[in-house]
């Protein structure tokens, strides 16, 4: 599966950005559908993850409720609504898939875990 990312841009604190990830293909009912993020110097982290079939969600602590995922079956297409944008979330965002994990049920939330990934678009936010 192919996965296309996109929204990206540059932004102000406070300001709302949603993010696009289009995959080429209707995931298994089983996949999970992530968001990673990869600041300048650090390792890339988990950011939200969304079950296709039913869909779960699950963040991370940091995202405290400012952050939105969802799916579009019609569409094969996840989102990320991220609202009220900090410096902080200045980052590669990129989306990735869980192909047929073993464990349907839990999230994996390790850049390891994931099968595919998209090429990442860029948030920038400034002051």
């Known amino acids: 599966v192919q996965l296309q990312a996109s929204g990206g841009g540059l932004i102000h604190a406070g300001d709302s950005l949603r993010l696009s990830c289009a995959a080429s293909?209707?995931?298994?009912?089983?996949?999970?559908m992530a968001w990673f993020r990869q600041a300048p110097g650090k390792e890339r982290e988990f950011v939200s993850a969304?079950?296709?079939?039913?869909?779960?969600?699950h963040y991370a602590n940091f995202v405290q409720d400012r952050f939105t995922i969802s799916r579009d079956k019609a569409k094969t297409t996840v989102y990320l609504q991220m609202n009220n944008l900090k410096l902080e979330d200045t980052a590669v965002y990129y989306c990735?898939?869980?192909?047929?994990?073993?464990?349907?049920?839990?999230?994996?939330?390790?850049?390891?875990?994931?099968?595919?990934w998209g090429q990442g678009t860029q948030v920038t936010v400034s002051s």
């Open positions: 293909r209707r995931p298994f009912s089983v996949d999970i």
């Open positions: 990735a898939t869980d192909q047929l994990p073993a464990d349907p049920t839990s999230f994996a939330t390790t850049s390891d875990e994931y099968d595919y």
């Open positions: 969304i079950a296709w079939g039913d869909g779960r969600t």
